[in-house]
């Protein structure tokens, strides 16, 4: 079976640093893919980066990396220059191999990350 | 491009009725999930079609609940009976590529 584990149940950071959120994985399977959303306070759970697990490059989306150690199974999201808007709920999630007949996602229990000004 | 679009946004039921939320998935995907997200459970996955089909209902809670998807714009989530537990935002969302799209969710109280 899928795991997704989120430890930091909360994160505070000042406005324009950098943030780490963690998130390690666990799983048999040597094809798969992790992804990181935000779900603001209105609800909507939006996108932000992909990594596949056979992506040699680390993903990076704007201001969003992800910081993909597979030797370790962890795939950390890190926000670069944080903005007030970042203040979200943000979940980590994985996607199983399409040879076991799933596509959905299995998400770990999010990251609430406060930016303080 | 309109997103995954979902309907209503918000329902307030009493016990025992009937509830029904209405996803229309982004045009062209061939998936479509539906999630229940609770403070207590997270984010669950419930049903999902590819093609229309059903593939996974595993996680649909128990025979109150059923998900249809009669053509490729359009899938249905319905409770008979509602029961206060139900409570919870309803996600929807398709899938291109390696990318899984969420609608903006349903959020649902029954009373």
């Known amino acids: 079976a899928q795991k997704i584990t989120q430890t930091q149940p909360g994160m505070f950071v000042q406005e324009k640093e950098a943030v780490t959120l963690d998130c390690t994985y666990d799983?048999?399977?040597?094809?798969?893919?992790l992804f990181w959303y935000k779900q603001p306070s209105s609800g909507e759970m939006i996108f932000l980066i992909y990594q596949g697990s056979y992506d040699e490059q680390n993903a990076t989306e704007g201001r969003y990396s992800l910081n993909f150690q597979k030797a370790r199974k962890s795939a950390n999201l890190v926000i670069s220059a944080s903005q007030l808007g970042d203040s979200a709920m943000y979940f980590c999630a994985m996607r199983v191999p399409k040879d076991t007949g799933r596509r959905a996602l299995t998400f770990g229990s999010g990251t609430r990350l406060q930016v303080q000004p | 491009d309109a997103g995954v679009i979902q309907s209503p946004r918000h329902e307030v039921t009493e016990m025992g009725q009937e509830v029904t939320l209405r996803c229309k998935p982004i045009s062209g995907h061939d998936y479509l999930f539906w999630y229940r997200q609770t403070m207590m459970r997270g984010l669950e996955l419930l049903i999902y079609?590819?093609?229309?089909?059903?593939?996974?209902d595993s996680g649909m809670p128990e025979d109150r609940f059923s998900a249809k998807m009669p053509n490729a714009s359009f899938s249905t989530l319905k409770i008979q009976p509602s029961e206060p537990r139900d409570s919870a935002v309803y996600f929807c969302?398709?899938?291109?590529?390696?990318?899984?799209?969420f609608g903006e969710g349903s959020w649902l109280t029954v009373v």
């Open positions: 079609f590819n093609n229309n089909v059903p593939i996974d």
């Open positions: 969302a398709s899938k291109e590529g390696n990318t899984i799209y």
């Open positions: 799983t048999s399977d040597q094809s798969y893919g």
